[in-house]
């Protein structure tokens, strides 16, 4: 069995697995505070970040972009500190909000968390505290000591005590081979350093045995020159009382293969007192604190744990180690003290431990020594072993009886006393001992010690220990009851003390539920108000604690009407539809109660659930009839009781009928105009006002009519005329106006209102012939229907109306009043006077209008003139008089050029038919474009056209007309070439124009316009702009004409143009113009890119013999790939701009030797580094290697790197080796030998590179070249990464080179940074090619090999026994066990199979197990039932053994676990032992197991052969309660004395009197006579005198019948000395005199006067009457007994 270990070893993450790089893990990069975060600084790509892993959530780190030299988080809270630099910040993540700031005066080199609210900052000085409280700024607390200061020393650690009054810094440093630990403890309170020699220390708070305070302790290890050390000593003065800590000294061991090994961080566990050491070589040390005690070492991590943390949880210690496992170690509570007593053997360690820390697995001990100090005699001691035993071993009901059995001694206190004394000193008494202790307590009347052990908390409360207070006193019992949570006694308390508001507030805190309205019916009795707060209180929950019916029933029953009304109102606040029963019951109570109170609990609408209609019929009983009203919903009861509107409030009533529908409100205003219409009709017209829209103004308007009330009709309309938009409304309301006489109302409307119809009104209005015809000359007005009003008013000679309506109403209708008079003939001498006579304003255009649609235009000659004489501008009248000339022919044409006031457009417009020139003459004069042009084109008017569209200079104007789809455009063209533009000298006249052909695209007609312009001599011959535009426009329409142009013209933008005939492909004719004007460069260029003859170029560029031109022509024979060419021009040129074309170019075209030649040239002209690069590639690619070598020899700027890669790609390897070798580049010098087949350079090169991609090349080429001597000293600098082993040994593997792998994995185990993955790999090929050698490798390292990829190969070369050994060791205990049974020739061992399969997790694996030992191991089969006894499932292992028939085999185990009392084995051991006819062990079974089938193993015995076991059956029978059953059968088998005790138990006559019977009829008188003394208290006297009479058996029956006599006559004596003592007390009472004064009656005693309490009544009287007070009264036959 593998060996138990005193410590928990647990993974909790792995840092790479969260995304953490591990390089970023390490002491400068990764903290930890405390267990509960780990903070990183990583730098992704160029973002640096700090991550934030939360232990308890490690699956989601999280990540902040934070640049800063260190970031460590608070311990408690996600508050972190970050410095950069000398700034420090403290920011609060959660709030995102800096909490503090400051800057530092020196570098800060370590900082620490020391407190949850304290920092601590080590500077290369001094040592500060900073808090984080207020605005404090950082403290210096001291300096540092001179042997913590230099370069050399790094601060590894700070640390305090619990106060912060002693202080230690800690760091190391390299000292002569070896690593020198220095720490300065420093003392707040004397401002002293003492400087230490040490690698780690931890402070802790301790308390002694017998010392009332704890002591600081401060333990620190070193490793020194002469070891290591551990040391705990006591810091500062022991507290006062205390006595001093010894100190402690003790060795650290380091392994011998541990020689550099130093201790790098310490914990102190202040829950187990321990002391955990960690090594840098990750061992770790569990020492007790008190006595220094080595409990236990051993290494958890092949790498340094570099940072450590208490681990709360387990109260262990937690670290990060080098490979970012997080991992931590605590003490295993149930193996610890097993350890250290079995395996340390120090019992007396193990004892403290236990004592100390409550800690279990030293029971055997404890129970062993108190059970000598007992029987020694030593009570007090063992009373004190009995206390301090871990999880109160001894503290049982047993040791109690022990003390209590004990006599007191004289002159001592009793060892019980002293027991108890002792557990009060250490703690709280258990249940048991606090019961045995307060009984004696208070049966001496010293409560006040129970009320103090209460206080202190000393007892254990329970239901038992209250009883027993409350017989003394109950307020002392319900704080017992309280503590023991017994709820049923707490209330029963609380209701005797009269604390019932208590009652509702612990039954919600304990959750129980008792009978509340029992409780509230007796409050209710007492005292109506409290019992009310005790009812809101049982309700005032969302969930009531009572049933809100029977709390109303217990108020109704003692007729509570208002404090029911309370609750209810209180009760039902929240309105739910559950309620509604209980809303109906309280309005109904105050409907007939109360009225005004329910009046104002539904005005408050407080309930809508509660029965509407019910509630209505009894408002309308108490006269509310507006409540009724607000709840009937039958239009007959609404009707009924809504005509009564005296009662109503007005407005109320108003808005009732917002909530009845359409058709029942009008039924209502219906029923109330009939009813009574003067008393109503106020109230309808309001309703119709407000609701008409939703009853419609139609029906109202109906509804009124039918009545024939035009009063309300006028009211009701006038509320929503202002509003409506209804065309009858209006009509209706003005027709009701009319009615009522309200004709100023009439007007207004009618002025207005835009939505009545006027035609209809206008009827109506002529029709009622009103007495002022205002009215209809408004509507008339409005609604243009003046001819109409004048046809009306002139035929009714009502003219004075004419007058008044274009004088007053609206004299802008005069031209309509004229047109109409005019249609009536009226004479020209009354319209003249009328319009002289007008004057407003009115509209002259329209007045002329309508006299020029009559042909009666000159009447308004003399008007017209004498509006100008008067100095009118206005161009309506000038256009009259323009017409009036034209038709006249009165000098017209003079009047339209000189007049500035007419309308050109109307004018002209007017002319067009008359005169088209005078309509031109207008639209000139108004620059009336479209219709100019328009006239012009009718009337074939182009000269006149053409200037004016010169004279225009409008772009818009002349791409109108120039536009393709004008069919006058020839025309017009003809005309501005030949008159337009020959008349005009403005240049802008011209510009204009050509703008506008260029405009609309007309090239020919263009080059027409400007050949006539500019060859012809004239004006603008020497224009700029003007060339260029016609050569231009030859270039686009013409390029016959271009060269002409270009040879004729000299005054044009040469290079300009010219580009534009290269985008023309004009090329001749580009080359021309560069040519002619000089421009080479641009010359050669059209002769390359467009007319592609390079041979011109060549010629153009020797005639030139220009540079330039030389370097344009080699970049045109470069891209031709004339390389050769191309690299002579540029070197004419002498231009080595284009050099990476060149290079490019030549390298394409292998031109190196030309190459060479022109990076000669251009390494002249310019050092660049690619120049001298491609110079040296080109050396090496010529094979010129003695240049090249002198070359690189001597200063340059060339890439030997990339020249040397590029060599080697292109197997140039000499070349390759000597620039390679230049640079010191070994890793690719070695590549270049190894490929010249240079194996012991390359290995050498390899080694001077020391890199793991080269160290793989050289020995990979090494195997190639079978070089195994070489191959394994490169291997052996390979295997130690992790990452490149695969790929090695596959290279091995694949060509069949096994050994030689198998023997550089065994070389390479010894190496220092040998890893789990070289165990792993090796352990592998010996699975394939060496198997005899695995199980060895295993045993020696299965702690350093990938386990799971090991079982994989283990299991694929069926190696069954290492397979279950790793398994084992991988805690895979149900594989191991699987792979045993599946092959158990190879795998099975007996003491490992038992061993393992007791560790596995799934339970079936037991029954597989049992299955494989029947078929296998048959004889061993008990041995593994008893080992997984405790974890079987033993009914089904019964079931399973019975169904293969082997229960017989499994007997011993059977007897084992029957102490379970499990039924299937019980029945299983019976049935065996029936079988065995073991009897006495069948009844020792059944009498110690009663979980069977009793009944079922009865009937099954009732049968059997064997007399003793149906003998058994018949005990079961009677064990069952079946005693006829029981006593039959043992009549049948004549066990005479069974069959009388199972009578005399069953207590049943009948059974006896049987039993009795039959013994007379067998006649065996013998028994009969011992059945009477067996049976004698179930036979009747009299069934027995009969059977001894009729038997002649007198004598048998005779003690019997003596016994029976004696037995009666006692009774009778006993009875006749209590008549006798009833009479003698008759008398005495009969002798005492009646007292004297008023009787007072029962019946007016009142309650509580002389009435018993509840649960005592007395009988009730025998007869009607009442008894004076103080006479005793007696029931007949009932004297004092």
Not at 538 to 554: G, N
Not at 876 to 900: G, M, V, W
Request: aromatic letters at 10%.
């Amino acid at each position: 069995m593998a060996q138990i270990l005193p410590i928990k070893f647990q993974e909790h993450l792995q840092l790479q697995s969260v995304g953490i790089n591990p390089a970023n893990i390490g002491f400068a990069t990764l903290t930890l505070e405390s267990d509960k975060f780990i903070c990183v600084r990583e730098k992704v790509g160029e973002q640096a970040q700090v991550v934030i892993i939360d232990l308890g959530d490690p699956g989601n780190p999280t990540r902040r972009p934070i640049s800063a030299d260190s970031a460590i988080m608070n311990p408690a809270s996600k508050v972190i500190a970050l410095k950069a630099g000398k700034t420090l910040q403290i920011f609060n993540i959660e709030m995102k909000s800096k909490m503090k700031a400051h800057d530092m005066v020196e570098e800060v080199v370590f900082w620490k968390w020391i407190s949850v609210n304290t920092v601590a900052l080590v500077s290369d000085t001094s040592v500060y505290h900073w808090s984080m409280e207020g605005d404090s700024q950082p403290q210096k607390m001291f300096d540092r000591h001179s042997t913590l200061l230099g370069a050399g020393c790094q601060i590894i650690n700070y640390r305090t005590d619990k106060a912060q009054k002693w202080l230690l810094l800690v760091g190391i440093s390299a000292q002569a081979n070896r690593v020198v630990g220095a720490m300065q403890l420093f003392s707040v309170e004397r401002q002293v350093s003492q400087p230490i020699e040490g690698h780690s220390a931890a402070f802790t708070q301790f308390k002694m045995d017998g010392n009332p305070n704890e002591s600081t302790l401060f333990s620190f290890a070193v490793r020194g020159a002469a070891g290591g050390k551990l040391h705990v000593i006591e810091v500062g003065q022991p507290p006062a009382g205390n006595q001093p800590f010894q100190k402690r000294a003790v060795d650290v061991f380091f392994p011998a293969e541990a020689q550099n090994d130093f201790p790098v961080a310490m914990q102190i566990s202040d829950k187990y007192n321990v002391i955990f050491l960690i090594t840098k070589y990750g061992y770790v040390h569990l020492y007790d604190l008190e006595t220094g005690t080595c409990i236990y070492m051993n290494r958890i991590s092949s790498d340094t744990i570099f940072v450590t943390a208490m681990h709360d949880a387990t109260s262990g210690i937690i670290g990060v180690n080098r490979k970012g496992q997080v991992l931590s170690v605590s003490v295993d509570e149930g193996n610890i003290v097993p350890y250290i007593s079995t395996v340390l053997q120090n019992p007396e360690l193990a004892l403290r431990m236990a004592v100390r820390n409550n800690l279990p697995g030293a029971e055997e001990l404890f129970v062993r020594r108190f059970n000598m100090l007992f029987q020694q005699m030593q009570y007090g001691e063992a009373a004190k072993v009995a206390a301090k035993a871990p999880r109160g071993i001894l503290r049982t009901s047993q040791t109690i009886q022990r003390f209590q059995a004990l006599p007191a001694q004289p002159g001592q206190t009793a060892p019980l006393l002293q027991y108890f004394g002792i557990l009060l000193e250490q703690g709280q008494l258990n249940k048991y001992e606090s019961l045995e202790l307060c009984r004696p307590v208070l049966q001496q009347g010293k409560k006040q010690l129970l009320e103090k052990w209460l206080k202190e908390d000393k007892l254990e409360c329970s239901e038992e220990l209250g009883d027993i207070v409350k017989q003394v006193d109950p307020t002392l019992a319900l704080s017992v009851y309280l503590r023991a949570n017994v709820p049923n006694k707490v209330i029963q308390c609380f209701a005797e003390t009269g604390q019932f508001q208590k009652i509702v507030l612990y039954a919600k805190k304990v959750g129980f539920t008792p009978d509340f309205v029992f409780l509230l019916r007796n409050v209710m009795r007492m005292n109506p108000d409290q019992g009310l707060a005790f009812a809101n209180m049982l309700v005032q929950d969302e969930e009531p604690m009572a049933d809100i019916s029977q709390i109303v029933d217990v108020f109704m029953e003692f007729s509570l009407i208002q404090q029911c009304t309370s609750f209810l109102l209180d009760a039902l606040k929240n309105n739910r539809p559950t309620e509604g029963h209980l809303q109906t019951r309280l309005l109904e109570m105050n409907l007939l109660h109360a009225p005004q109170v329910a009046d104002a609990i539904l005005g408050n609408q407080m309930f809508t659930h509660y029965d509407r209609i019910h509630v209505a019929q009894l408002c309308e009983n108490a006269g509310l009839l507006q409540r009724a009203l607000e709840h009937y919903t039958d239009l007959f009861d609404i009707k009924r009781a809504i005509v009564h509107t005296h009662m109503l409030n007005p407005e109320w009533l108003v808005n009732y009928f917002g909530s009845l529908s359409v058709d029942d409100s009008v039924e209502c205003v219906r029923a109330m105009l009939q009813a009574n219409i003067r008393q109503n009709l106020q109230i309808c017209v309001q309703v119709a006002t407000k609701y008409h829209e939703q009853l419609t103004t139609t029906a109202l308007i109906e509804l009124f009519e039918s009545f024939k009330s035009f009063e309300g009709l006028f009211y009701f309309l006038g509320s929503i005329v202002n509003f409506s938009q209804e065309p009858d409304v209006h009509f209706k309301y003005i027709q009701a106006a009319c009615k009522t006489g309200q004709i100023k109302e009439v007007e207004r409307v009618c002025r207005e209102s835009n939505c009545y119809e006027p035609e209809r009104v206008k009827n109506f209005l002529k029709e009622a012939r009103l007495t002022d015809q205002l009215p209809l000359i408004i509507v008339c007005d409005r609604f243009d229907f003046v001819h109409d009003l004048v046809l009306y008013l002139y035929k009714n000679s009502l003219q004075k109306y004419i007058e008044i309506y274009v004088q007053k109403v609206n004299p802008s209708r005069l031209p309509v009043v004229v047109g109409g008079l005019l249609d009536v003939d009226c004479g020209e001498d009354i319209i003249k006077q009328l319009i002289l006579t007008v004057r407003g304003q009115f509209s002259t255009d329209e007045l002329v209008a309508e006299v020029e649609k009559r042909n009666r235009l000159k009447i308004l000659l003399p008007w017209l003139e004498h509006k100008i004489r008067d100095g009118s501008e206005e161009p309506a009248t000038h256009n009259a008089l323009a017409k009036i000339y034209i038709d006249s022919n009165n000098n017209p044409e003079r009047f339209l050029r000189e007049n500035q006031f007419y309308d050109s457009l109307v004018v002209g417009r007017y002319c067009e038919k008359r005169d088209p020139h005078l309509a031109c003459v207008a639209y000139e004069r108004g620059q009336c474009d479209d219709e100019l042009i328009q006239i012009c084109n009718t009337n074939s008017l182009f000269k006149s056209q053409a200037r004016y569209l010169v004279r225009r200079r409008d772009g818009d104007l002349w791409a109108k007309v120039l536009d393709d789809t004008n069919e006058y455009r020839r025309q017009l063209i003809d005309q501005v070439v030949q008159t337009a533009l020959t008349e005009s000298q403005d240049p802008e006249d011209v510009s204009v124009t050509v703008k506008a052909f260029m405009t609309a695209d007309l090239p020919n007609e263009l080059i027409e316009l400007l050949e006539k312009i500019v060859l012809e001599n004239s004006l603008f011959s020497e224009h700029r702009n003007l060339q260029n535009l016609l050569i231009l426009t030859a270039i686009k329409a013409d390029r016959s004409r271009v060269m002409e142009y270009i040879n004729r013209l000299d005054n044009y933008d040469a290079p300009d143009i010219a580009n534009i005939a290269i985008d023309s492909e004009l090329y001749e004719e580009a080359f021309a113009i560069f040519k002619k004007f000089d421009v080479n460069t641009s010359a050669v260029q059209v002769l390359i890119d467009h007319v592609h003859n390079l041979d011109r170029a060549y010629e153009f560029a020797e005639r030139c013999n220009e540079p330039a031109v030389w370097s344009l022509l080699a970049k045109a024979q470069l891209q031709d790939r004339l390389v050769k060419d191309a690299i002579d021009s540029f070197i004419k040129a002498d231009d080595p701009s284009a050099y990476p074309e060149v290079i490019e170019a030549a390298r394409e075209g292998g031109n190196f030797e030309d190459l060479v030649k022109y990076l000669q040239m251009a390494r002249k002209k310019t050092r660049e580094s690619s120049i001298e690069t491609e110079l040296v590639f080109a050396f090496a690619k010529t094979s010129r290697l003695a240049e090249l070598e002198e070359f690189i020899s001597g200063p340059n700027h060339a890439q030997i790197q990339q020249v040397g890669e590029r060599c080697y790609e292109e197997k140039m390897y000499e070349a390759a080796k000597i620039l390679f070798n230049n640079i010191s580049n070994f890793a690719r010098l070695a590549s270049a030998q190894v490929h010249l087949g240079e194996f012991q350079n390359a290995v050498d090169s390899a080694r001077k590179a020391n890199s793991t991609r080269t160290w793989k090349e050289v020995c990979f080429a090494c195997v190639d070249g079978e070089e195994f001597r070489l191959a394994q000293m490169c291997g052996l600098h390979i295997v130690v990464h992790a990452d490149e082993l695969e790929e090695l040994i596959d290279y091995y593997q694949n060509r069949g080179y096994f050994q030689e792998i198998i023997t550089l994995l065994e070389a390479a185990l010894g190496l220092e940074r040998a890893h789990m993955g070289m165990f792993t790999e090796l352990a592998i090929l010996y699975s394939k090619y060496k198997p005899a050698k695995m199980r060895e490798h295993l045993e020696l390292f299965w702690s350093r090999v990938n386990i799971p990829k090991v079982l994989r190969a283990a299991e694929q070369a069926h190696l069954w026994p290492e397979l279950v050994f790793l398994y084992d060791k991988y805690e895979e205990f149900d594989n191991a066990v699987i792979t045993m049974m599946a092959h158990p020739t190879d795998a099975w061992k007996e003491a490992q199979f038992k061993d393992i399969v007791t560790k596995v997790a799934n339970i079936e694996l037991y029954y597989k197990a049992l299955q494989f030992y029947l078929e296998n191991k048959p004889m061993l089969i008990n041995d593994l039932l008893l080992v997984l006894a405790p974890r079987l499932d033993h009914t089904r292992t019964v079931s399973f053994f019975t169904r293969v028939d082997h229960v017989p085999l499994v007997k011993p185990y059977l007897r084992s676990v029957q102490n379970l009392n499990n039924k299937a084995v019980n029945e299983a051991l019976n049935s065996l032992l029936i079988d065995e006819e073991d009897y006495q062990g069948l009844r020792n079974s059944i009498d110690a197991f009663d979980n069977f089938d009793n009944i079922g193993l009865a009937q099954r015995l009732e049968r059997h052969e064997l007399l003793e076991l149906r003998r058994v059956g018949a005990y079961l029978y009677k064990g069952n309660n079946r005693w006829k059953q029981s006593v039959e059968l043992c009549k049948r088998d004549r066990l005479y004395k069974d069959a009388m005790t199972y009578s005399s138990e069953s207590r049943d006559n009948a059974i006896a009197e049987d039993l009795i019977a039959w013994f007379l009829e067998i006649g065996n008188h013998e028994c009969f006579a011992a059945c009477l003394f067996q049976c004698y208290d179930l036979l009747r006297p009299d069934v027995i005198l009969e059977l001894a009479w009729r038997h002649n058996i007198m004598d048998f029956a005779m003690p019997y019948i003596i016994q029976v006599l004696r037995e009666y006559t006692t009774k009778v004596d006993k009875l006749q000395q209590s008549d006798q003592e009833r009479a003698k007390e008759r008398e005495e009472a009969e002798g005492q005199p009646v007292a004297l004064g008023e009787p007072q009656l029962m019946i007016t005693a009142g309650p509580g006067l002389g009435m018993p309490p509840p649960g005592m009544m007395p009988p009730p009287m025998p007869q009607a009457g009442f008894m004076p007070m103080g006479v005793p009264f007696q029931q007949p036959g009932y004297g004092p007994m």
